[in-house]
């Protein structure tokens, strides 16, 4: 007999002993729904040893099982690094197993060799397509989220342009009466509120047309000085901000001046505020908004709105700007969604930093960035 049916014979009668040995040392979850095949998956990479040896061993072979352990891992969804552990104390195993064989060393080294070979190319088949099928997994719940989303966008955007029709007509004329109103009762009582409300209600409605009407522009983008903007901004919102007893600390240069749709750098704006007043009413004192800009490198506006509210935590921190996403019992989640498409639309930046002293908003706008739709305002200036 040759030495490799001498080692062939010599595995077969001390198989269980071997088997019995790995099997001591794999790790198997208790989770795994496929436990009762690795032993199945271990007598037949025994098999393949013993063909190799024999040098019948066909490179498909090993591909087939490699595959379909892979599969029966993924689906016991056990991490991959559990199964080449056991797979590479199984070639240990084997090595130790064929070595008390009595057989030289010199003698078993090309068996050794072989055996070698034939792990690396079983882990090598296996992790490539584990890793292939973990791809697709991920890729499809991806493209799940995307779709999902996509129909919410869809749904928002079929809500919001009867919700335009529906309310906002009505509302426009109940807001040009109140003001009429008001012009010829200049002391009637309680106008003030009304009209106020009224203009509330009027800015949340506008924001259900932003989220689902990406890119639509209504009005040309404009010159004005950024001190202006906040004005306006904090005037509407003071009574709010006397209601949350949130102290605001403005900072903004007055002799920065940009070019950008005002209305909607102003609804970014009220969005960013009317989320710290939010925040801010999870603290019990001391609330404080700060409000800051500075140019940089010239060309580029730099917006902080901070406060001094709770933190958002990390992994939250990623999430703030999808749509829909919210924290609040009665919020929409498309507030930071909407700020972002608008200052994207405009070629800026917006991100949040956030720590237990103090959150900001950051927003980085080129001073004069001409838009596709500003291109075509620009030209309609000349005809004028
Ligand atoms: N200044 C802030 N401080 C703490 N958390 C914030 C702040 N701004 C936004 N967030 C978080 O981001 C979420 C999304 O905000 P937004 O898109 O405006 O939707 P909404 O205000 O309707 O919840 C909020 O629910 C909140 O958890
Ligand atoms: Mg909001």
Redesign the pocket.
């Known amino acids: 007999m040759d030495i490799t049916e001498n080692l062939i014979s010599y595995m077969d009668k001390n198989l269980p002993t071997y088997l019995q040995d790995w099997y001591g040392k794999v790790v198997i979850s208790n989770l795994d729904i496929h436990k009762d095949k690795v032993i199945e998956n271990a007598l037949h990479m025994v098999g393949l040893v013993k063909l190799s040896l024999r040098g019948q061993l066909s490179p498909e072979k090993i591909k087939e099982l490699a595959y379909e352990v892979a599969h029966q891992r993924l689906e016991a969804k056990i991490n991959i690094g559990e199964f080449v552990y056991n797979v590479n104390l199984g070639r240990s195993e084997i090595v130790r197993f064929v070595t008390g064989s009595g057989i030289s060393i010199e003698q078993l080294q090309p068996v050794i060799e072989n055996i070698n070979s034939l792990f690396d190319e079983f882990l090598y088949h296996a992790v490539k397509k584990y890793t292939q099928l973990k791809d697709a997994e991920i890729q499809e719940k991806t493209l799940f989220i995307d779709q999902s989303h996509k129909e919410r966008l869809t749904i928002l955007g079929q809500m919001s342009s009867s919700f335009v029709h529906e309310f906002r007509n009505p509302l426009t004329a109940v807001m040009g009466f109140v003001k009429l109103m008001q012009q010829e009762n200049p002391g009637m009582k309680y106008i003030d509120i009304i009209s106020h409300e009224l203009t509330q209600l009027n800015f949340r409605i506008s924001q259900f047309l932003h989220a689902s009407r990406k890119g639509v522009q209504e009005r040309e983008a404009e010159e004005f000085a950024l001190e202006d903007l906040f004005t306006d901004i904090l005037d509407f919102m003071y009574p709010s901000l006397v209601d949350a007893d949130v102290n605001v600390v403005p900072r903004i240069d007055p002799t920065i001046t940009i070019r950008a749709h005002k209305d909607e750098l102003k609804q970014v704006l009220l969005?960013?505020i009317?989320?710290?007043i939010?925040?801010l009413r999870q603290k019990k004192q001391n609330r404080r908004l700060m409000i800051y800009s500075k140019i940089e490198a010239e060309s580029n506006v730099h917006i902080m709105i901070s406060?001094n509210?709770?933190?958002?935590p990390p992994e939250?921190i990623k999430t703030?700007?999808e749509p829909f996403?919210?924290?609040?019992e009665l919020?929409?989640?498309?507030?930071?969604?909407v700020?972002k498409s608008i200052i994207e639309k405009h070629n800026g930046t917006i991100h949040?930093s956030?720590t237990d002293e103090i959150?900001t908003?950051t927003i980085v706008l080129p001073l004069y960035a001409p838009t596709e739709e500003e291109d075509t305002s620009l030209i309609k200036v000349e005809k004028a």
Not at 325 to 328: I, Q, Y
């Open positions: 969005n960013l009317m989320n710290s939010d925040a406060n509210g709770p933190a958002i939250t703030i700007f996403f919210t924290t609040k919020g929409t989640g498309i507030g930071l969604f700020c949040c956030s959150t908003f």
